[in-house]
């Protein structure tokens, strides 16, 4: 079996990308040829076979080259719809481009929506046309693909209120590589350290977390690693209002989890979190995960037992978890184990597993 994998970007390999970026690496062992389709720069993985659709389409996330987006769309609908037992459409940019190359060859595509924005887009995308997201977003979502995958709960639940059909819908969740974590030695763990991952993006609200920092009793350190269009204004606020924030700009993957061992706590304060594989990879470090109550680790996070839950925008519910665990050892002590035993299920060799098996379905 032959699988056209199309994602508008997988380098540099944040959330979306790193679950192409497995699936391309873990489906051969299923007896899968995975082609990836996608917009390249410099980097590049000569073990995954890859056709380059167009130059990278972000800029500094999440801003985007409109110029190669309308490249990368044309350039995969004409080279999906050539050789492919399946087509697997990963992200908004690809499911158009991917469900014409599905209508030119006849065969089954498959939609994997990793986000929804929702009333989001304006605030992303500064872009005239940012209105028109919410509704083009909709009618992506609704075009007859042979299956839908999501990645949580919640998102499941959108899509039959907007009369996607049941039975065309597939939760499968996204994971981590338990192995190569474990292999990762780390320094010493810091108690008091509390660290962010992930893009510097609106979306993340990572000024709540700066705010919430400020309000700490306890004494603590706080590192952010990534980079991204709100790098600036984060600087200038941690400046103004006295918080001592450490910005560390990309790590690569084995960086980050060498960096979580060192730390006891993961903060997010993303206002969407479609299914967050670093708070997974946190808890396989031992840390605790302080997260808002977002559509994926709601899935996975049981609040008050393997780690934390807060309201979207809450400053001061961020403060009292931080509290709580800081000056708690014993708490602390139990919920990364709770947390650890919970990042377990979710390892993505049994991941993959359940996409070859969905690939498996559809061609009957």
């Known amino acids: 079996m032959k699988v056209a994998l199309c994602t508008e970007t997988v380098y540099p390999i944040y959330g979306v990308e790193r679950r192409v970026y497995e699936m391309a690496k873990r489906l051969p062992k299923h007896g899968i040829e995975p082609v990836l389709i996608t917009s390249l720069g410099n980097e590049f993985d000569s073990s995954i076979k890859t056709l380059k659709a167009s130059d990278p389409t972000i800029s500094i996330p999440p801003k985007r080259l409109y110029g190669n987006c309308i490249r990368y769309a044309a350039n995969t609908a004409r080279l999906a719809s050539k050789g492919y037992d399946v087509i697997d459409a990963n992200g908004h940019m690809s499911l158009f481009p ?73 939760v499968i969740h996204s994971g981590i590589d ?126 008050g037992k393997n780690g934390f839950l807060v309201d979207i925008g809450s400053a001061e519910q961020v403060t009292e978890n931080l509290e709580l665990l800081l000056s708690d050892k014993n708490l602390m002590s139990k919920m990364r184990k709770n947390g650890f035993r919970t990042s377990s299920e979710f390892d993505w060799d049994k991941i993959v597993g359940e996409i070859a098996r969905l690939y498996r379905e559809i061609l009957g």
């Open 98 to 170: 991917c469900f014409a190359a599905a209508m030119l060859s006849g065969r089954p595509v498959v939609a994997t929506i990793h986000d929804i924005y929702g009333g989001d887009w304006k605030a992303m995308y500064k872009s005239p046309l940012s209105f028109a997201g919410k509704y083009a977003e909709r009618f992506l979502c609704r075009l007859p693909y042979e299956k839908l995958v999501v990645l949580n709960n919640t998102v499941r639940r959108f899509m039959v209120s907007i009369g996607v059909p049941e039975e065309r819908l597939e």
């Open 178 to 303: 338990t192995k190569k974590i474990d292999a990762v030695k780390g320094p010493k763990k810091s108690r008091n350290k509390v660290l962010y991952v992930g893009r510097l993006a609106p979306q993340k609200n990572l000024d709540v977390l700066i705010r919430a920092f400020s309000m700490l009793e306890n004494k603590a350190s706080l590192k952010i690693v990534g980079e991204g269009s709100e790098a600036d204004s984060l600087r200038k606020l941690s400046k103004s209002i006295g918080v001592d924030v450490e910005f560390h700009g990309k790590m690569s993957n084995e960086q980050v989890i060498r960096e979580m061992k060192s730390s006891s706590i993961l903060a997010l304060t993303s206002s969407r979190e479609n299914f967050g594989i670093v708070p997974l990879e946190a808890m396989r470090c031992g840390m605790v995960v302080v997260s808002t109550r977002t559509e994926g680790p709601a899935d996975y996070i049981k609040d």
